[in-house]
């Protein structure tokens, strides 16, 4: 197990691994969903972009933001992310984030009304529970009920509003990823690719969500896709993250990575001290600038929803994660070769045989290159051509975008441990100038 893995003693996780159907395989006619954007632009009311928002309680901070990525400004499309957060009886901490389909013309709408009807959904139940004698949060069976409810109620909102406006429901297709959190124990229901990243007492953290991926590369699991929910309990977390892809994909690895985390962010994120609400004001004004300047946005051009929940009090008395950079540069190489060689298993084998060979020639032995150069010929005659330059092509452009994401991740994280050092120096030094005044 990875050192920074959640144990599964400390996760409880229902999966529901049925197939269910990707956006990419509900729509069978993309024309058909340009047309219902052309027609529905005009007599639909826009959808304003929340402000970033914050709150701090019982030594809990929570900062919550989302923002219209440089590739939809550019194109004139909306923000198709959303985010938002409730307290409830100052006990309770509920947010909840949704990336709208990017192939869907009203998934903004969709976004929206997701988020706001779970979040609606919880308040009310927890605003009726809270007051019944006996009530205890670490329930998990009830929650698990609860938040599977919650998931159905969004995803009838979400259909309910597109025949109010008589538009196809498809049209309103997005992710959707809820987390219910009291101090310690967390709880989260998700669907599709968004994420959430926790940290326990032990130090140990990890993604605790799944990316919810279609068959095609671009194709996501969205809400309205039921079996693929998940519902799962985290314990003894002192905070949490959660993101939608935008930014999720520029500090997690993928999957085939075991989702290897770029600790750097997590941590400038976790360990940022607040002590009062106007410290939780400033500081997420200060990442709310941070994700929107040229220099991030420069890797990351996607809509992005960003939320974060930190329990001060505790974290700092917890064990802090040790994050080794040189390890994790090993790692990177390892799976960058990996990958080359799965895509490239010919020029594998043709390694492999000249260390054979080399090692066969020190004994005074060798292979016979012409003929194995022969019947290699012979058998290549045999292949279909056209299959063979299929191949190779599609190769050469698989290759290509894997590099593309490593060089995009690896120069994102970069840049990000550049501009968070920045960052923090001249936090530091500005926190200096305010004591020596104070001495003063």
Same mark, same amino acid.
């Given at each position: 197990?990875?050192?920074? *893995?959640? $144990?599964?003693?400390?996760?409880?996780?229902?999966?529901?691994?049925?197939?269910? $159907?990707?956006?990419?395989? &509900?729509?069978?006619?993309? $024309?058909?969903?340009?047309?219902?954007?052309?027609?529905?632009?005009?007599?639909?009311?826009?959808?304003?972009?929340?402000?970033?928002?914050?709150?701090?309680?019982?030594?809990?901070?929570?900062?919550?933001?989302?923002?219209?990525?440089?590739?939809?400004?550019?194109? /004139?499309?909306?923000?198709?992310?959303?985010?938002?957060?409730?307290?409830?009886?100052?006990?309770?901490?509920?947010?909840?984030?949704?990336?709208?389909?990017?192939?869907?013309?009203?998934?903004? =709408?969709?976004?929206?009304?997701?988020?706001?009807?779970?979040?609606?959904?919880?308040?009310?139940?927890?605003?009726?529970?809270?007051?019944?004698?006996?009530?205890?949060?670490?329930?998990?069976?009830?929650?698990?009920?609860?938040?599977?409810?919650?998931?159905?109620?969004?995803?009838?909102?979400?259909?309910?509003?597109?025949? *109010?406006?008589?538009?196809?429901?498809?049209?309103?297709?997005?992710?959707?990823?809820?987390?219910?959190?009291?101090?310690?124990?967390? =709880?989260?229901?998700?669907?599709?690719?968004?994420?959430?990243?926790?940290?326990? &007492?032990?130090?140990?953290?990890?993604?605790?969500?799944?990316?919810?991926?279609?068959?095609?590369?671009?194709?996501?699991?969205?809400? @309205?896709?039921?079996?693929?929910?998940?519902?799962?309990?985290?314990?003894?977390?002192?905070?949490?993250?959660?993101?939608?892809?935008?930014?999720?994909?520029?500090?997690?690895?993928? +999957?085939?990575?075991? /989702?290897?985390?770029?600790?750097?962010?997590?941590?400038?994120?976790?360990?940022?001290?607040?002590? $009062? *609400?106007?410290?939780?004001?400033?500081?997420?004004?200060?990442?709310?600038? =941070?994700?929107?300047?040229?220099?991030?946005?420069?890797?990351?051009?996607?809509?992005?929803?960003?939320?974060?929940?930190?329990?001060?009090?505790?974290?700092?008395?917890?064990?802090?994660?040790?994050?080794?950079?040189?390890?994790?540069?090993?790692?990177?190489? !390892?799976?960058?070769?990996?990958?080359?060689? +799965?895509? =490239?298993?010919?020029?594998?084998?043709?390694?492999? &045989? @000249?260390?054979? #060979?080399?090692?066969?020639?020190?004994?005074?032995?060798?292979?016979?290159?012409?003929?194995?150069?022969?019947?290699?010929?012979?058998?290549?005659? !045999?292949?279909?051509?056209?299959?063979?330059?299929?191949?190779?092509?599609?190769?050469?452009?698989?290759?290509?975008?894997?590099?593309?994401?490593?060089?995009?991740?690896?120069?994102?994280?970069?840049?990000?441990?550049?501009?968070?050092?920045?960052?923090?120096?001249?936090?530091? #030094?500005?926190?200096?100038?305010?004591?020596?005044?104070?001495?003063?």
């Amino acid at each position: 197990m990875h050192e920074n *893995e959640l $144990n599964e003693e400390d996760k409880i996780m229902e999966d529901f691994s049925e197939t269910g $159907n990707s956006v990419n395989e &509900q729509i069978s006619k993309k $024309n058909d969903i340009k047309e219902n954007k052309k027609s529905t632009e005009s007599v639909l009311p826009p959808i304003i972009l929340p402000d970033p928002s914050y709150a701090f309680l019982h030594n809990i901070s929570i900062l919550c933001f989302s923002q219209q990525g440089e590739s939809h400004i550019k194109n /004139n499309v909306p923000c198709q992310d959303r985010s938002g957060f409730k307290l409830i009886n100052d006990k309770i901490i509920v947010a909840a984030i949704a990336d709208g389909v990017g192939s869907c013309a009203l998934s903004d =709408y969709g976004a929206e009304i997701a988020v706001n009807s779970s979040l609606m959904f919880l308040e009310e139940y927890f605003n009726k529970e809270m007051k019944q004698k006996g009530f205890k949060f670490d329930d998990s069976p009830r929650m698990g009920q609860i938040l599977r409810e919650m998931m159905l109620y969004a995803t009838d909102c979400v259909e309910k509003r597109s025949m *109010e406006l008589q538009q196809f429901s498809y049209s309103f297709q997005s992710t959707l990823t809820v987390a219910v959190y009291d101090g310690n124990t967390l =709880y989260f229901a998700h669907a599709g690719d968004d994420g959430i990243v926790a940290q326990n &007492q032990k130090g140990i953290y990890a993604m605790v969500t799944s990316r919810h991926k279609g068959e095609e590369v671009s194709s996501v699991y969205p809400l @309205q896709s039921k079996n693929t929910w998940q519902f799962g309990k985290v314990n003894d977390v002192v905070a949490f993250m959660m993101a939608t892809d935008g930014v999720l994909d520029a500090f997690v690895r993928p +999957a085939a990575e075991n /989702n290897r985390i770029y600790y750097p962010f997590v941590e400038a994120v976790f360990y940022d001290i607040q002590k $009062n *609400e106007e410290d939780v004001k400033k500081n997420c004004r200060d990442w709310y600038e =941070y994700m929107a300047s040229e220099s991030y946005r420069k890797s990351v051009t996607d809509d992005i929803s960003f939320v974060s929940v930190v329990n001060h009090e505790v974290i700092q008395k917890s064990v802090k994660p040790n994050f080794k950079r040189q390890e994790w540069d090993k790692q990177t190489k !390892k799976y960058e070769k990996k990958r080359k060689a +799965a895509l =490239y298993p010919s020029d594998s084998k043709t390694k492999s &045989q @000249q260390r054979i #060979s080399e090692k066969l020639s020190e004994k005074g032995k060798s292979i016979n290159t012409e003929e194995a150069a022969k019947q290699a010929k012979i058998a290549a005659h !045999k292949m279909n051509d056209g299959m063979k330059e299929l191949a190779s092509a599609s190769a050469d452009i698989l290759l290509k975008g894997v590099y593309r994401a490593t060089s995009y991740l690896g120069e994102t994280m970069g840049q990000i441990s550049k501009d968070l050092k920045k960052r923090n120096d001249q936090r530091n #030094s500005a926190e200096k100038g305010k004591n020596d005044e104070s001495n003063d």
